[in-house]
C-alpha cells in the first residue's frame, strides 16, 4: 500500500470510527416527538399535574411551527380545557371567530349555497375560530417553557432506541454533516440519545417513526387501512374591501369529477388575511390527476377568483391529512410510548378539523404518563389510554361521523354526500346508523387505475394573476435543505418508477408531489427515449404524499438534517 493509498484508508476508518462512536445521552421523564398541537399540549400537561417531571420537546422544523401547516378553523373545547384562562390574556393567537358559515356546491361555472339547516349540527363552526395553526403551536411552546419544557428546534428524531424487552427507551436525532457519499463532511456531529420513561409520538400523518412503530408491535392489526388526503395551502392578502373578517366557506364538487373526494376551504382571518385550501383525496382512481393543478384551477372558478384578484400570494404549502378516522385508528399504546394526534389518525373528515382532538389526546396520554410513572410502571403500555379514548370526546367527535368517508368513497360525490349527511343526522339524533361501521376497502396506494384506462387530464396553464407554477409556490414556502446531505427520499428499487410505475401509469410521482420533486427526463424529450426518474430533494415539503400513494409501495420519506424543509411564517 503506497503512502497516498495507506492516508485514504485512514480517513475512512476514522470516518467509521466518527459515525459509529458512542452517542452522548440525555435522561428525562417523558420525551415527546414533534412540537405540534398534540405534543406540545402533552408537554404542558404532564408539568401542570407534576412541575417535577422532566419533558423534553424535539421539533425537526427550524423553529416551531416551520413545517405545521392546516386550514385552520379551530374549536376551542381543547384549549378550554388545557389553559381555561386564555380569554382573559392579550397575547392568544384566537382572533377570529368565525361569524358566517357556508357550504357551497360548485359547479364550473357557479355554485349553490346549502342550507345550513340542512347540515347536522356537529357541521356547526360559530363558537369555533379561524387560526394559524403555526402561531397556536408557538404560543403554546412559549406556554410549555414558562412550565419548564425543553425545546429543541431543528433536531430531527431519527431512530428510535428499544431496551431489553423490547419497550421503547426513547429517540436519537439524526446525525450532522454527513454528505451525499454518505462519508462525514467537516464539523460532523453525533446525533443525542434523548431516553425517557416514556416516549409521545406527535409526528403528524404518516409519520416516519410512528410508521414504523406501526409495523413493530402491529397496531394496525383488525383495524381499517389508513386513509389520507393531502392538503395544499395559500395564504393571501386581498384588497382591504373585500375582506370579510369571520367568513368560512366549505365547497365540494369542481374541478374535482363526481369520483373523486375532495373540497376547498376559504378562511377571512384578520388583516386582510384569507387562508385558501383545497383537498383531494388520495383514493383517487385517474393517475393524471395533479392534487396541486386542482388547486390552482379552483382558484379560477367565478366565484373564488375575484376574492384573489388584486391581492398578494404570501405562501404555499402542502401537508397529507388522515382521514380513516374512527375504524382507522390503530392501537395507539405500546410498551415504553404512545401516537398521539394524527400520527394515531384523530382527525374529524367531515368537519376538516383534528387540532382540537389533537391535543385533547396530548393531554389524555400525558394524564396517563404522570399516574404510570408514579406508580412505577415506567416503560409499560398505557393502557388506559388505549381504552379511555373511544369513550372521551374524542371518540364522541369521531364515532358520529365514520360512515361519511367510506360512503364518499364508493357511492361519489353526489350520493355519498347525500348519504354521509343523512348518517350524521341519524348518529347525531339517535346514537344509531343503519350503515354500522363502514370498511374503507383498500388501501390508497391501490387505487389507481391504469393509464390506458383512463381519460388524461389536460390543465390550463397558470396564469400568473390567481393560478401558479409549482416551483414559484415552493420558493414562497421557503423550503430549503442542506444540498450536500444523503437523500431523505429512498427508493427500495431503484428500476421500479421506470419498469413498472411509467409504463403503467404514467408516473404519478411527478403528478401527485404538490412541489415538482420527481420529474421523469429523456435522453430525447422529443421521442420520450430512456425515461428515468430524477428527485429533486431539495424541493420537498415534506407532505408525506409519496410515501403514501406510489402504487409500488417504492417509496419512503426519512428524515433529512434537522431545520430542513419548509418553513412557513404563519401557516
Known sequence: MNEIEGRMENERMEQDDARTAPRESMEFDVVIVGAGPAGLSAAIRIKQIDPELSVVVVEKGSEVGAHILSGAVMDPVAVDKLLPEWRSEDDHPFKTPVTDDQ??????QSGVRLPNLLMPKLMSNHGNYIVSLGNVCRWLAAKAEALGVEIYPGFAASEVLYGEHNQVTGIAT????????????????????????????????????????????????????????????????????KH??????????????????????????????????????????????????EFQRFKTHPLVRSTFEGGKRISYGARAITEGGWQSVPRVAFPGGALLGCAAGFVNVPRIKGSHNAMLSGMQAAEHCVIAIHSGRAGGVLGDYEKGWRDSEIGRDLKPVRNVKPLWSKYGTVLGVALGGMDMWLNSLFNWSPFGTLSHGGPDHASLKPLADVTPIVYPKPDGVVSFDKLSSVFISATNHEEDQPAHLKLTDAGQPVQRNYLLYGEPARLYCPAGVYEVVYTDADAKTDPRLVINAQNCVHCKTCDIKDPAQNITWVTPEGGGGPNYPNM
Open 244 to 293: 370579510r373578517p369571520g367568513l368560512v366557506q366549505h365547497s365540494f364538487g369542481w374541478p374535482l369529477d363526481m369520483e373523486t373526494g375532495g373540497g376547498s376551504f376559504l378562511y377571512h382571518l384578520e388583516d386582510n388575511l384569507v387562508a385558501v385550501g383545497f383537498v383531494v383525496h388520495l383514493n383517487y382512481k385517474n393517475p393524471t390527476l395533479s392534487p396541486f393543478d
Open 174 to 241: 439524526g446525525d450532522m454533516g454527513i454528505g451525499k457519499n454518505g462519508e462525514t463532511k467537516d464539523g460532523f456531529t453525533r446525533g443525542m440519545e434523548l431516553l425517557g420513561k416514556f416516549t409521545l409520538f406527535s409526528e403528524g400523518a404518516r409519520g416516519h417513526l410512528s410508521k414504523q412503530l406501526i409495523d413493530k408491535y402491529r397496531l394496525s392489526y383488525d383495524r381499517e387501512p389508513q386513509k389520507f388526503g393531502i392538503g395544499l395551502k395559500e395564504l393571501w392578502e386581498i384588497d382591504p374591501a
Open 103 to 108: 357550504f357551497i356546491w360548485m359547479t364550473e
